[in-house]
């Protein structure tokens, strides 16, 4: 950069100040007198050589006339040129050189760093180590990390024993797969406590009963003998969401159970509200537990149609079993009751009745119902009933049935009760279901995969028979689904079953009383707290209530 305008400036005239002089050579132009004429020149090693010392110089004389001519010659060759200028030309090539072999001197001269020898440190073990930091580091002398204490003085002796604390408290779970005994001996129980606990507990409620997750707040006593397990001093649990339980150990030493009983409300969880936009969503605004809201839907979708069958200003209604204890803990049982209603006009009445659990519409107990069975299987329809060309054979012929394109291995559903009388390979169904159901009605289910149902098997609606497949006379993974009257197939998008009414007369009664007291429930009644019950012992804080405040269910 200065060397240019050093160029620029040079015919500026008199008086004008030069750029500064970057290189070596400039510098030596600086210092040299003006340079003769074009007609008195001489090339530069006669200019030197006419300015040497006298005749005989020594060697000092003459190691500076060398110095003095290499630097003359560097001078005229200017051997790093600014490489930012003539890009190309010789001088530029020559200042390229000049770097290059710099660099690779550089490179060549670059030193070695391998790893320097030293002495061999001892090796040290990780106990001896803990006690060098135990002895050196004050926070860890007292053993705050590694447990090791500072070596002990002249000063110190041994103990001949060291007392033990008179009582342990501790919490012990039970946990999944757990035994009561080998619970009770990982707390420190000694074989003929656990077998006179266990004896106790089986006369209030059947060990193996006991859900896992149960804690137990145990107390040990003192030791009989020095190496003998401690002695039980008393237990506690909650045997049942009704009941504490207490193993105490009495004056004279012998362990006695304790029946604590809590008092408990069953009064019915009630829940009301408008459909609105959302069932789900507003049964969950009003409160309504998730478990509750999924089998409320699932029992009223096998009557209306979540979809067409109810409008937004209609109310849904809803009781579930609800438990209530005085320590405060609360736990949501099954789904009682499902309602449906239009214009303040009950449009569906749906009661949980009999050992299954099943849900029953109170319109309908006393007498048959012609109901429309489901889809058999979670898939679309491909395929139609009636006259089609078939995919494989190439020509027009009856479609005697409906086919739902489904997923490989998706299960297969029985569309109504009935008896299996066929389950096997039937030609171009390929692994092919049959059942019989009342009134003269049939249905048959083909391509499976897999068969789950064998000839003679009593099958009820939603079980599964089989699984999709693409056996048979079959371009892709379906379900063939077909149905009979009499013999003769017929559309089964057509047909209904005919729902025999499952509660005699006998229940009848029992199941309007019942319907009858859960329509009676205020809704939210069961919501509010209930008046501690029991006596002063069941009331009184635990070690294991301290500690566990969680509530049960």
């Not at 006695?256 to 809590?262: K, S, T």
Request: proline share 6%; glycine share 12%.
């Amino acid at each position: 950069m200065f060397k240019a305008l050093e160029q620029n400036c040079g015919d500026a005239g008199v008086g004008v100040t030069h750029a500064a002089a970057l290189s070596h050579a400039q510098v030596l132009r600086e210092k040299q007198p003006a340079e003769p004429s074009a007609s008195e020149a001489l090339p530069w090693r006669t200019a030197v050589a006419a300015a040497t010392l006298p005749d005989r110089p020594g060697p000092s004389a003459r190691f500076a006339e060398r110095l003095r001519e290499f630097e003359a010659w560097c001078a005229h060759v200017d051997l790093a040129p600014d490489l930012a200028s003539d890009i190309g030309s010789r001088k530029w090539m020559r200042g390229l050189a000049t770097l290059l072999g710099l660099s690779a001197a550089a490179i060549a001269l670059w030193p070695n760093f391998s790893a320097v020898e030293t002495a061999t440190a001892m090796p040290v073990a990780s106990s001896e180590r803990d006690e060098f930091r135990s002895q050196t580091i004050a926070p860890l002398a007292l053993g705050a990390d590694s447990g090791r204490h500072m070596g002990a003085s002249p000063l110190v002796r041994p103990l001949a024993s060291v007392p033990e604390r008179p009582t342990i408290q501790l919490v012990s779970t039970l946990g999944q797969g757990d035994s009561f005994g080998r619970m009770l001996e990982r707390a420190g129980l000694g074989g003929s406590d656990i077998a006179r606990v266990s004896q106790l507990v089986q006369q209030a409620v059947p060990v193996g009963d006991i859900a896992s997750g149960t804690q137990f707040d145990i107390t040990l006593g003192k030791r009989s003998a020095p190496n003998a397990p401690r002695a039980l001093d008393s237990l506690d649990f909650r045997a049942r969401f009704d009941l504490d339980l207490s193993i105490e150990r009495g004056k004279a030493g012998n362990l006695a159970l304790v029946r604590r009983p809590i008092g408990v409300d069953d009064t019915p969880l009630r829940i009301r509200g408008t459909i609105g936009s959302s069932l789900y969503r507003s049964a969950r605004n009003a409160g309504a537990p998730i478990g509750a809201i999924q089998a409320y839907l699932r029992a009223v979708d096998k009557y209306l149609s979540l979809e067409d069958d109810i409008g937004a200003n209609d109310e849904f209604d809803l009781v579930v079993a609800y438990k209530r204890s005085a320590k405060g803990e609360r736990q949501v049982g099954d789904l009682l009751y499902a309602g449906v209603e239009r214009d303040g006009k009950p449009r569906l009445q749906l009661l949980r009745w009999g050992s299954d659990g099943q849900m029953f519409a109170a319109a309908g107990i006393g007498q048959p119902r012609s109901v429309a069975v489901g889809q058999p299987v979670a898939g679309y329809v491909t395929s139609t009933y009636g006259m089609r060309r078939h995919p494989i054979l190439g020509y027009v012929r009856m479609h005697a049935g409906i086919d739902f394109g489904a997923a490989y291995g998706s299960p297969i559903y029985a569309v109504a009760d009935g008896t299996v009388r066929y389950a096997g390979r039937h030609g171009g169904h390929g692994n092919y279901v049959r059942i019989e159901h009342a009134g003269g009605l049939g249905t048959g289910y083909g391509h499976m995969s897999r068969i789950v149902v064998s000839f003679g098997t009593h099958v009820r609606a939603g079980q599964v028979i089989g699984y999709v497949g693409s056996t048979g006379l079959s371009t892709g993974p379906h379900l063939h689904f077909e149905a009979y009257r009499a013999g003769h197939a017929i559309n089964p998008a057509d047909i209904r079953i005919l729902a025999r009414p499952q509660i005699d007369d006998k229940e009848r009664d029992a199941f309007k009383a019942r319907l009858k007291a859960l329509l009676t429930v205020e809704p939210g009644a069961a919501l509010g707290s209930i008046a501690p019950v029991g006596s002063r012992h069941a009331q009184a804080e635990r070690e294991i209530d301290r500690l566990a405040p969680g509530k049960i269910g």
